[in-house]
């Protein structure tokens, strides 16, 4: 059982940075993929990042490729997700997920086990 718990949302504005980290509890976390992903109202969740076990390979939407940047600290059991360069259609809650497909990331939600309660992310143009 994996435990997530997300934090670092909020407003700021069109431009500016934010930082998101994904806290995770248990013994596991190396073996876990982790991914965010991130929900709009009236939208369905979509893909914006993932990262495999060792931090080597990550993966971004084409919405946020060069503006965000994911990582994590396996001695922390931590992820995070860099956000730089907000857009006013970056704002959503932002959920962060594990996978157990570990040497990988995964784009597709049904490859993620685990959730957490997502954060609000509010970008004012």
């Known amino acids: 059982q994996v435990q997530l718990v997300e934090s670092g949302g909020g407003l700021v504005q069109a431009g500016g940075s934010l930082r998101l980290s994904c806290a995770t509890s248990?013994?596991?976390?190396?073996?876990?993929?982790m991914g965010w992903f991130r929900q709009a109202p009236g939208k369905e969740r979509e893909f914006v990042s993932t990262i495999n076990w060792s931090g080597g390979s990550t993966a971004y939407a084409d919405s946020v490729k060069g503006r965000f940047t994911i990582s994590r600290d396996n001695a922390k059991k931590t992820v995070y997700l860099q956000m730089n360069s907000l857009k006013p259609e970056d704002t959503a809650v932002y959920y962060c997920?594990?996978?157990?497909?570990?040497?990988?990331?995964?784009?597709?939600?049904?490859?993620?086990?685990?959730w957490g309660q997502g954060t609000q992310v509010t970008v004012s143009s």
């Open positions: 248990g013994r596991t976390f190396r073996t876990y993929a």
């Open positions: 997920a594990a996978s157990p497909i570990y040497y990988r990331g995964s784009d597709q939600s049904s490859e993620y086990d685990y």
